[in-house]
Nanobody, 120 residues
Framework: QVQLVESGGGLVQPGGSLRLSCAASGIIFSTYAMGWYRQAPGEQRELVAAIASGGSTNYTDSVKGRFTISRDNAKNTVYLQMNSLKPEDTAVYYC??????????????WGQGTQVTVSS
């Protein structure tokens, strides 16, 4: 079955950096688009970044220039490099697999999430 396992979250001060990883299994990873979502308390889950199977990327406006999504098909892993973190980036971050057709569409496969807390 499909498994997505996130790691790399933690507590970081404003302006700091974190790199999230998501290891996928049960899918032919290289053929899927991958996305990172986040959900803050009391908020809806939102798409933060996505990467197509061919490597093209898109980002929500609030993270452009600060976050970078990448993938390593040999390791079945997608990454989210987060720089210049702000308190409003605090959320549980989730990995997802899907497809791109003009925009990112998610399949209903989710990891357990990893908590990112940005606070001084």
């Amino acid at each position: 079955q499909v498994q997505l396992v996130e790691s790399g979250g933690g507590l970081v001060q404003p302006g700091g950096s974190l790199r999230l990883s998501c290891a996928a299994s049960g899918i032919i990873f290289s053929t899927y688009a991958m996305g990172w979502y986040r959900q803050a308390p009391g908020e809806q889950r939102e798409l933060v970044a996505a990467i197509a199977s061919g490597g093209s990327t898109n980002y929500t406006d609030s993270v452009k220039g600060r976050f970078t999504i990448s993938r390593d098909n040999a390791k079945n892993t997608v990454y989210l490099q987060m720089n210049s973190l702000k308190p409003e980036d605090t959320a549980v971050y989730y990995c997802n697999c899907g497809y791109m057709s003009g925009r990112y569409y998610s399949y209903n496969y989710w990891g357990q999430g990893t908590q990112v807390t940005v606070s001084s």
